[in-house]
Structure formats: structure tokens, C-alpha cells
């Protein structure tokens, strides 16, 4: 069956890439509409240009820029090889606005990493300057604590320099960590193998006088053998977090029970935030006189340490209904 000339030619027009064919001599002697619209409504009868023909003769693809603003990307085929009809056939695609994205990509990469490292020197040296005086503050108000005692009028404003002093020396470490782990290179949390249990045994005598002064019964609950990789550091400042967060919620005489459980792709640590306050979701500092004092930088870091281990941070609820504040992590 003979195809109609003109009939051919306009379906060609209707591709977006651009076919273009030569004769042995690199004339071109036909172009479909995008070859035209990328080189010109002249295409047809004149010669391809230099660069693409002098690379015709080794490469069988390649890139051309025909004017300024404007690059090429070329393929051919040999056509109707050791005939007199012999030819080639190009298939051209315009790559300018990929390779214009790559530029913008790799400069909006450069910035963001000149921010994080902007970032990260700002997070140390503000933590460095601030924890000097912050720690001679609570140095001082520690030593006034023992000289001024009730009923000295005195004795309750140093007690609140004191605590606020400790709150904030809390909130700088807690910065100066956060900066820590988003600068660690991945691979600085695997390889250990920690055992859960043990991180959560280890970390539940720091919260005892806490316990005691907010009349919350305070224990473990859950599984053995819960092995994750991970850093352990790491690992028992989410358990402390956590259980902050559990004291933080906790009425009076309640049950606190720092559980660990498996699940499908791992194990799960929880703590109940089911009472008051739970709803802030803000990890404590230490009980005092006033109750567990909240700082929301402590679940960031929470959450951070999860990510880093390549699990996720959630509140669930428990088997009767409670609320719970779970840390998933991957076996």
C-alpha cells in the first residue's frame, strides 16, 4: 500500500520530538514541525549544522546547541545503507529546560547546604555563649540556696533563679543534641546492638525523686530481648524524654509504666500521656516544688532521635483505651 506523501508528513508534525532526515551528503531533505520549530522554518534543504555533522562521523548521539539558550540532544540512524538512497535519520530533543533545572537544582542544593552549615555554627556558638553564664547562675543561686532558707524572704526567689537556671541549662543541652544528630553522618547510628529493656532499666533511677515529689508510681512493663541497632546514648535520652513526658501528664497516684512491646517490624516504647497536660505533648525537665516543669524542645528531640534510628514517633492508645505516647523502632 503507497502512503499518501502529505498524509505522512502531517503525522509526523503531530510528534513533539523532532525527526529529521539527510541525505548521504548531510542535506536535509525532510524535518517534521519541532525539528522546524527548534532549528528554523528553512531546515529543509540546507545542511546540518557543522558541529552535529562532524560528530556524525563517530557518534551515533550526542548534543548541539544551534543558538544561544538553546540545547539539542540528538540521536541517528543509517538509512538505506549502500544504496544511492543512502541517509540518516535524526531524532532531536530540546534538553534546555532540563539541564536549566539541573543548574537551578544544583544551586538551590549549594544554598541549602551554606544554610544548614549557617545553622548548625549558630546553634554552637549560641550554645557555647549561653551555657557560661547559665551555669555560673546556677552555680551562684545553688550556693545562695544554702545560705538563704525559709522563712528568709529571699529563700523562695532564689529557689526560682535555681530552677529556671537548671530548666535552661536542660534546653541547651537538648539544642546543642538536636544540632548533633542532624549533622551526624547516617551511619553513625548503626552497627550496636542495644537491648531496650536494659536502656529503660538503666534510665528509670534518675526519674525516682521525680517520681516521688509528682506521687506517681513509676516502672517497666514489656518485653525482653528487644534488640535494636542504634546508638545507646541516643537511645537512653529518648527514654528519659519520654518518661518526662509520661510524669508531665501523670495525676497523682497514677501508674507509670514505660512498656516495651514488639510489633510487625520492630519494638514500640510507651508511656502513658492520658492525664493532665497530655494534650501539650511537651517533654518535662525534672519534678520541683511546682510539678514537672514542660520544654518543647525535649519531644523535637524526641522526635529526632526516632527519625535517626529510622522509626517514627506517635500516640497510640493502649489495650484499655488509654492514651499513649509510642517511639517505633526497627528490629
Excluded: Y
Aim: a negative charge; glycine letters at 10%.
Amino acid at each position: 500500500m503507497t502512503v499518501d506523501p502529505e498524509l505522512l508528513a502531517a503525522a509526523l508534525d503531530q510528534l513533539g520530538t523532532g525527526l529529521l532526515v539527510t541525505g548521504a551528503d548531510g542535506t536535509v531533505v525532510a524535518a517534521n514541525q519541532a525539528t522546524r520549530d527548534l532549528l528554523g522554518e528553512q531546515a529543509t534543504g540546507r545542511k546540518v549544522g557543522d558541529t552535529v555533522a562532524a560528530a556524525m562521523a563517530k557518534d551515533d548521539h550526542g548534543r548541539w546547541s544551534p543558538r544561544p539558550g538553546l540545547v539539542v540532544e540528538w540521536t541517528w540512524t543509517a538509512l538505506l545503507t549502500g544504496t544511492p538512497h543512502e541517509g540518516r535519520c535524526l531524532v532531536l530533543r530540546d534538553v534546555s529546560h532540563r539541564i536549566a533545572d539541573r543548574a537551578r537544582l544544583r544551586r538551590q542544593n549549594r544554598a541549602l547546604a551554606e544554610l544548614v552549615a549557617m545553622k548548625a555554627e549558630f546553634t554552637a556558638a549560641v550554645s557555647h555563649e549561653l551555657r557560661t553564664p547559665v551555669t555560673s547562675i546556677a552555680a551562684m543561686s545553688e550556693l545562695l540556696g544554702e545560705e538563704v532558707t525559709e522563712p528568709d524572704p529571699l529563700a523562695a526567689p532564689v529557689a526560682a533563679v535555681a530552677r529556671n537556671a537548671a530548666r535552661l541549662l536542660g534546653l541547651i543541652d537538648n539544642v546543642t543534641e538536636l544540632a548533633r544528630i542532624e549533622n551526624a553522618p547516617p551511619a553513625a547510628v548503626a552497627g550496636e546492638k542495644i537491648a531496650l529493656e536494659e536502656v529503660v532499666a538503666a534510665a528509670l533511677p534518675g526519674w525516682t525523686a521525680a517520681a516521688r515529689d509528682a506521687a506517681v508510681h513509676l516502672t517497666a512493663t514489656g518485653a525482653h530481648d528487644a534488640t535494636v541497632e542504634g546508638e545507646r546514648v541516643l537511645l537512653r535520652r529518648l527514654v528519659d524524654a519520654m518518661i518526662g513526658i509520661g510524669l508531665a501528664a501523670a495525676e497523682p497516684g497514677a501508674l507509670l509504666g514505660v512498656d516495651v512491646a514488639s510489633t510487625d517490624s520492630g519494638w514500640r516504647i510507651t508511656v502513658p500521656i492520658g492525664g493532665r497536660g497530655g494534650d501539650r505533648l511537651f517533654t518535662s525537665s525534672a519534678a520541683t516544688g511546682e510539678g514537672v516543669r514542660h520544654d518543647s524542645t525535649a519531644l523535637m528531640l524526641c522526635r529526632a532521635i526516632v527519625a535517626r534510628h529510622g522509626g517514627r514517633l506517635t500516640t497510640d492508645t493502649d489495650p484499655d483505651g488509654a492514651a499513649v505516647l509510642a517511639a517505633h523502632l526497627p528490629s
